[in-house]
């Protein structure tokens, strides 16, 4: 029996291309390691989408020429149930030209996308209409966990708790700006954090501590969204869980205990995240097993509460004090660097990262099978 092939997408238009490109390579060499062909797909900063061996190596994006020996422009046939990766432009076939092929068949993808065009639902929709199964969650559930307004609406339904917040969109914030930080300041104490309603891995976010940043701070988040999130302050430590399954058999969800990291800035910068080294994990969280316990089981609440599938990681203050757990965001395609959490986490639990991708690829599988047969 032939082995499966599975196309690795990364890159994008988003802030985080960067980030995304490093998750894809460990993603890559991971899904090869669990026994399948890989086909890692490319898109450019530009929208571009590129395949061949060489984007398998971080030396091809220091600076990225698309004319690079091996590197191939291609498009993907969305018809249903085709799954097809075909090279850009077509060749123009003469007479008695042989009718071209496409470069590989797709039978599942795994998104390894960050931030905006691809963990916000819009990848998702694109291989839904194609009918290919993919890694991670559906439509609705990416969109709705990228926008943390929308976000702490559906934990609020759904009584997962949280810090007190407030949002305003770019009409209010543009139009009505005094007043807008009047009922801020009536509704949450300093300090405020604010930040982009869709944007990740801390892109854009401030702590303000007075008016005068709490103005600025809306105009650093307004550069990055149309909408903005306003959240108390919560003194306590961030941890974050990981979280695999689908929702359709939510007894099968399973949920990490945390694990903490030990951030070099006053808050979990993304600089912290990607580019200093500073940071530190530590699994499980220093934490009483009584609260990982706890944290633990609200992770699986949040997951299934957001509608999330295949994976995601679920993040969490417990605060100084109280001791109240309270979700911060559930993040849908969480990182795969060689410092990130959620592969940490898993590994923790006993599943190596090949296992955990042979695991999300068979997960993506059951839910298209359900969901077209």
Known sequence: MSKMNIAVFFGSRSCEHDVSIVSALQCIEATKAAG?????VYISRDG????GEPLENIETFREFNPMTKGITRVTLDVTANAGDLWAWPPQRAGLF??????????????????????????IQGLLELAAIPYVGCGVLASAACMDKAVANTIMDAYHVPHCHWCSAVRAEAETQRSALLTRVENRLPYPIFVKPANAGSSVGITKAHNREELNT???TALREDDKVVFEEFIDGQEVECAAIGNPDNPQEVRTTRPGEILAGAEFYTYDDKYKNGISKTVIPAHLPDQKLDEVKTLAA????ALGCAGLARCDFFVEHGTGRVLCNELN???????ISMYPKLM?????PVPALMDRLIALALERTEKQHG
Do not use: Q, S
């Open 36 to 40: 399948f062909n890989v086909t890692p």
């Open 48 to 51: 571009l989408w590129y395949t």
């Open 97 to 122: 030209a042989k009718v071209p092929a496409p470069l590989c068949h797709i039978d599942c993808v795994i998104p390894v996308f960050h931030g905006w065009h691809g963990e916000d639902g819009t």
């Open 217 to 219: 701070a809306i105009d």
């Open 301 to 304: 609440r949040a997951y299934l």
């Open 332 to 338: 849908t395609l969480p990182g795969f660097t060689p």
């Open 347 to 351: 590994e923790h639990e006993g599943i």
